[in-house]
């Protein structure tokens, strides 16, 4: 399991964040200080407070190029 917390600044950063996330077949969720969402889902991406650091969690061991991707997005 991957776990790295992330940061999402802009509406294009949760676009590109959620077009990456959905190419994907393993489960990845957000968390912040209260909720625990699906991060493949931009409506749930959008109902967190954005201002602060989010924990992702991938549901998989085989991570690397999902990691690659998400980069831009480390904290």
Do not use: H, W
Not at 43 to 55: A, C, E, H, I, R
């Amino acid at each position: 399991m991957l776990k790295t917390t992330i940061r999402l600044k802009t509406i294009g950063d949760v676009k590109k964040f959620a077009a990456i996330t959905n190419k994907y077949t393993f489960k990845i969720s957000l968390s912040s200080e209260q909720y625990k969402i699906d991060g493949k889902s931009i409506m749930g991406v959008f109902s967190l407070d954005l201002s602060k650091p989010l924990l992702l969690e991938a549901e998989t061991e085989d991570f690397a190029s999902f990691l690659e991707e998400i980069r831009p997005f480390c904290v």
